[in-house]
């Protein structure tokens, strides 16, 4: 699934949005296909002209929110320039993009509560969310020798886990009050950790 860009039209656009709708409230399993259609305002017949199964239906929204996310994440820009200014961006848009968006925080959820089920939804959602993310970073890294990463795929998970956590437990998991922090501070030191030698 995660070769290529997902291209897609009006009608599959507004055959994914009403999936979301559907699979979140009803999870996986309880998600039909027939229910999906009425959601979106498509036949059944029209639903899957586009998505053979619910199972490709699933992983074409996965696709579809990591796109959406990636574009978020990166304005839509190639990684490149000064690494300070490019890693700060890329973790505060990350940070904010997924703060405020709450119905990503939810698909999260649904992908985690259903992993024990449905592994191989899961694993879409590592294959063309995450693994996308912490290749595209690990390049730019590497491609930046005056950082002295001993071990640029490394670090690039470390940034990327560090973003990930702190929205999960700020949002996901609701400990914003339990365990408060700005988001200011972890870009500050996500940043000063990874691009310290370079300014020596």
Do not use: W
Not at 2 to 29: R, T
């Amino acid at each position: 699934m995660s070769q290529g860009p997902l291209v897609l039209n009006d009608k599959a656009v507004q055959i994914l949005q009403g999936a979301m709708q559907e699979f979140l409230h009803y999870g996986y399993a309880g998600t039909s296909m027939d229910r999906v259609a009425a959601t979106a305002g498509v036949s059944k017949p029209t639903v899957y002209s586009y998505f053979q199964d619910k199972e490709g239906l699933f992983q074409a929204l996965v696709k579809y929110v990591a796109q959406a996310r990636c574009a978020q994440v990166t304005g839509g820009e190639a990684l490149q320039g000064d690494p300070k200014t490019v890693i700060r961006r890329l973790v505060s848009n990350a940070i904010e993009g997924e703060m405020q968006d709450v119905e990503y925080q939810n698909f999260v959820r649904l992908v985690a509560g259903e992993s024990g089920r449905f592994p191989h939804l899961a694993q879409a959602f590592v294959e063309n969310l995450t693994k996308p993310a912490v290749d595209q970073l690990t390049a730019y890294l590497s491609d930046h020798p005056e950082l002295h990463l001993a071990d640029p795929e490394a670090t690039a998970r470390i940034l990327i886990g560090a973003t990930v956590f702190f929205v999960l437990s700020q949002r996901v998991m609701h400990g914003e009050s339990i365990m408060p922090m700005a988001p200011e501070r972890l870009v500050d030191s996500l940043v000063d950790l990874v691009t310290r030698s370079h300014s020596h």
